[in-house]
Nanobody, 124 residues
């Protein structure tokens, strides 16, 4: 069974920083990509940042220059360093991982898995 466990959310004042972590566990053969999404009340879930197996990254325009996504490949963990936080960043942040699993007959096709989400609240 695959698990993605997020941590690091909380309450911070505008201008502050938080670091989110997402650890993947299970019968993982390889991780193709790890990403952070966020969802505020009444708003569709949106991509914040993604890091791929070759360490290339993509950021949403609204976080460029303030957020940094990184990975610890050995620990199957991704991080999202969030600096200069704004109140509009308040949302539940979800980790997504594109995983290939070991199976009895070899490996699975890539599939996306989601964490349970961690709340980030930025006060004005």
């Amino acid at each position: 069974q695959v698990q993605l466990v997020e941590s690091g959310g909380g309450l911070v004042q505008a201008g502050g920083s938080l670091r989110l972590s997402c650890s993947a566990s299970g019968n993982i053969f390889t991780i193709n990509a790890m990403a952070w999404y966020r969802q505020a009340p009444g708003i569709q879930r949106e991509l914040v940042a993604v890091i791929r197996s070759g360490t290339s990254t993509t950021y949403a325009d609204f976080v460029k220059g303030r957020f940094t996504i990184s990975r610890d490949i050995a620990q199957n963990t991704a991080y999202l360093q969030m600096n200069s936080l704004k109140p509009e960043a308040t949302a539940v942040y979800y980790c997504q991982a594109t995983l290939i699993l070991r199976t009895a007959s070899g490996v699975s096709p890539p599939r996306n898995y989601w964490g349970q989400g961690t709340q980030v609240t930025v006060s004005a």
